[in-house]
């Protein structure tokens, strides 16, 4: 959030903006920014999990489309906070995009993690896999929560005084 100091004196006034630049740290810092971030690393294990592994069945492949597409998308979200890329496009409602994509994420990957586990076998890289599409998944629908509460706020629930 960006700070304006605003100093008069009798003859000048001089407004200075903390506005923090070119690039927010204090996103990555913050709650938001460290959930998309372990988003990231846990759709890019659990990918490489199964696409290492080697198999071709469509099964397979459909888990390491569904994860790759979320993983690079939450990253392009997670950088257009990090660089306030969101306050430069403002015709986009961006929480509501948000919100709809950790949606649709959240079901593509938890459906694609009981595929990869049903279909697992035993093959300890199939199951590492699928473990951390289910954490993915987890991390996703905290994430569908915030964005919720952002997008709704807090309702009043009893009459107006």
């Known amino acids: 959030m960006p700070h304006t100091i605003v100093t008069t004196t009798s ?3 001089t407004t200075s ?3 923090g630049g070119f690039c927010n740290i204090g996103y990555a810092r913050s709650f938001q920014g460290l959930l998309k971030i372990g988003q990231v690393v846990t759709l890019l ?3 490489l999990c ?3 592994k080697g198999f ?3 099964e397979y492949r459909y888990f390491e489309v569904v994860t790759a597409w979320f993983l690079i998308v939450f990253l392009i979200f997670f950088l257009m906070y990090l660089f306030r890329l969101q306050s430069k496009i403002t015709c986009i409602n961006w929480t509501l995009t948000e919100f709809l994509h950790y949606a649709v994420g959240g079901i593509l990957v938890f459906i694609a993690s009981i595929v990869v586990a049903v ?3 035993g093959f300890s890289a199939l199951i590492a896999g699928s473990v951390f599409g ?3 998944t987890f991390l996703i629908a905290i994430s569908i929560w915030t964005s919720y509460k952002v997008t709704c706020g807090s309702q009043p629930t009893g009459a107006a005084v």
């Open 17 to 19: 903006s903390s506005d």
């Open 50 to 52: 199964v696409y290492c």
């Open 119 to 121: 279909k697992s076998y």
């Open 11 to 13: 003859t000048t006034t």
């Open 134 to 136: 289910f954490i993915a």
């Open 45 to 47: 294990i659990a990918f």
């Open 56 to 58: 071709t069945s469509s």
